[in-house]
């Protein structure tokens, strides 16, 4: 056995014997009162909502149900242009098919990659929302993830019974979110800084979310 590796086994030997005669301790896990950063009651949470929603740069639309369609048909008249395809991906049915009868269009979730490519606007419905930082959870499960990751515009359609108050609870509340193959938090349109440190905005996804929440 070399010199080398005489010391070697020398230094594990201290460092076993040292890390055996340690006690283990175990810390108690930090109960949610800790971690938790919002703990307003949920008749505030869409207010606090649309105002980190809008202070990350994203636009919000307040509406009530029956508002819901002439607020998406203003939003697409507003961002689209009279040819511009739109993308529909809803795990609400009859949600989608407003949408899509709003939209003039209607594309098949998962037939055409290069025709999701070409869209100009994606709606969706999410999973939840969170009001801790005006983020959008939307998942793969009854979706195609393309609805809000190419268009450069992103409408999302939240109701103010899907807001969650922080992360804490997401993780607690949304399994069915946390399952899905792809699951993202969208908190503000897309952008980067890495060249020359110069914020870009609409890199790497939409550079605009609306988002129309219904309370």
């Given at each position: 056995m070399t010199t080398r590796q005489s010391a070697v086994d020398a230094l594990l030997a201290r460092v076993r014997a040292a890390v055996r005669a340690q006690p283990v301790t175990v810390r108690e896990v930090p109960s949610h009162a800790v971690v938790r950063r919002v703990t307003c009651d949920t008749a505030n949470l869409a207010d606090l909502f649309a105002t980190k929603a809008a202070a990350v740069g994203m636009r919000v639309t307040r509406v009530d149900e029956a508002g819901l369609d002439a607020a998406v048909t203003t939003l697409l008249a507003t961002h689209a242009q009279a040819d511009a395809k739109v993308v529909v991906a809803m795990r609400d049915a009859n949600l989608a098919a407003r949408a899509s009868a709003i939209a003039g269009t209607r594309l098949a979730a998962n037939d055409n990659d290069d025709l999701l490519f070409d869209c100009f606007v994606g709606i969706t419905d999410v999973d939840c929302a969170i009001a801790e930082s005006g983020s959008l959870v939307v998942s793969t499960n009854g979706r195609i993830r393309n609805a809000w990751v190419t268009p450069p515009i992103h409408v999302a359609i939240v109701r103010a019974a899907q807001i969650l108050p922080d992360l804490v609870d997401l993780f607690e509340s949304a399994t069915d979110a946390l399952d899905a193959a792809?699951?993202?938090?969208?908190?503000?349109?897309?952008?980067?800084?890495?060249?020359?440190?110069?914020?870009?905005?609409?890199?790497?996804?939409?550079?605009?979310?609306?988002?129309?929440?219904?309370?």
């Open positions: 792809s699951t993202t938090i969208i908190t503000g349109p897309s952008k980067t800084a890495d060249i020359e440190g110069v914020l870009v905005t609409g890199v790497h996804g939409p550079a605009a979310v609306e988002i129309v929440l219904v309370s």
